[in-house]
């Protein structure tokens, strides 16, 4: 099973939502059906009422990551179990668009379109990919991005668990940040060094006087 494309799902739709810039993406049918990506058929069944539901169960799967992010697993754990209960996904065995060299198909498992509506589906998917990413990997593989303001979901896939923002442009963003920071407090040091030495020269100055 494609445990990094199931679990995308839910990454996308915590980040169509921007809480420190007020940003949300998530305002019409359209949107929600763009969150579906290739499965296209599942997002067609998209109707107004889903955009009130998908923001409802981003605001849940955001809930998961932020107690990840915070070390605390079981949190973690029983906010990701409470979506599993609520949208159950039907598994099957697919073969579709993977042949072998003799032209058989190459099965695999599949996580079956909710036949009920589009947030069903979607959420169904994105639970179930979120919770076979964080027994595979660990809790702490789920994170929020550490480029302040950002707070965009992602998943660490490095080998070393080191992944701290979402994008190469957060990290990017972080560390000139940083490298400012640790110029501006050198420089403060220069000058309080400076203001030092030229107390100590002054009262030099007038103890010979």
Avoid at 100 to 115: F, V, Y
Avoid at 157 to 176: G, L
Wanted: hydrophobic share 35%; with cysteine.
């Amino acid at each position: 099973m494609e445990l990094a494309y199931y679990s995308d799902y839910a990454v996308r739709l915590v980040n169509s939502e921007d809480p420190a810039r007020g940003k949300d993406s998530l305002t019409s049918v359209e949107a929600v059906r763009d969150l579906f990506g290739v499965s296209q058929e599942a997002g067609r069944r998209a109707t107004d009422a889903d955009v009130t539901r998908f923001r409802s169960v981003r605001a849940r799967l955001r809930a998961v990551f932020e107690a990840a992010d915070k070390g605390d697993e079981a949190l973690a754990v029983n906010l990701l179990n409470s979506l599993l209960l609520e949208f159950p996904v039907s598994p099957q065995i697919s073969g579709h668009d993977f042949r072998d060299d003799d032209g058989r198909p190459l099965w695999h498992m599949h996580l079956a379109d909710h036949p009920s509506n589009a947030t069903a589906g979607y959420a169904a998917i994105a639970a179930m990919g979120l919770a076979f990413h964080l027994t595979e990997y660990g809790v702490d593989r789920l994170g929020l991005c550490e480029a302040a303001p950002c707070r965009n979901a992602y998943l660490d896939t490095s080998t070393n668990r080191s992944r701290r923002y979402c994008s190469d442009r957060c990290a990017t963003r972080a560390n000139v940040a940083a490298y400012r920071a640790r110029k501006r407090l050198e420089a403060d040091r220069s000058a309080g060094t400076s203001r030092t030495a030229d107390s100590a020269q002054r009262a030099s100055a007038n103890g010979e006087r």
